[in-house]
């Protein structure tokens, strides 16, 4: 959930210089850590792959970060690049890295992810639209943010209940995501792995055993929270300005809770009280193995 990493690629004459860091945690984890991650990125100017003339990376203690630098050759004619990251097959699945792209006074941000490989960098400030689609992306390509939405919609138990932990989750993501990016708080990523698991787990067992239990929206909360400072991260690693990155993951998240609680409700017409015991247990299992794999993983 909260794997990420950020760099610059900057063009400097007939050269173009890639820099980017991750948790030094992540990059331990690696073999050969300086040739896997370096291998990680490739870049192309039309169907040329560009060489790379220098590379190295070292952990640096000050942030507990490990830092790579690369240098490839340019062609004159290079108007724009096409950069490939496969960091999500070098760390986790869920990893996310943001480019920042400068070149000269003009400057363009892309987010790769297992969904998003390739980009084509034109060097371009970005627009709203960019930062709505960005904050959308999060959470139609989020496996843990799919989750938190899918086990809301498996909680709930009318249409306004639906409703209420919907408002409560997006309220508590915005809020924590707003004054994490402000305080700059961070907490480690495997805290933040456990716990959102957790909120998962308890709200499968809640459903299994206290089936009648009121007070649903303070469990949501709990995952907006939780969710928010994935948002505060990631502000904090980029440009995107955090009305457009909100509102954008705002409406996706309102969508899919349409969408699963329909798919929900018409379920459990179908099939009865069975449907939320089989599908709490499922979410049980996904919550404490997500425990797991956060904790130890």
Known sequence: MMSMSSGELRVEGDAAVLEFQMPAYEAADLDDPEATLLNSFTIRSGDAE???SHGQCAPHAEDDSYRCRAEY??????????VECRLVETTVP???????SVRGDEAEQKVFDYAFRKHTVRFRPPSLLDGVWTGAARVLFGPAQLLFVLALALASRSRKEAVLLGLALLTAQTAVAVLGQQFGWQPPARFVEAAGALTIAYLATETLLLPEAGARWLVAAGMGAFHGLYFAQFLAQTETAAGPLLSGAAIAEIALMALFAALVFRLRKDFGSGFDRVAAALLLVVGLGWFAYGIWG
């Open 50 to 52: 560009l060489a790379r």
């Open 94 to 100: 869920n990893h996310v890295h943001v480019l920042r």
């Open 73 to 82: 050759s340019l062609p004159p004619d290079a108007d724009e690049l096409e």
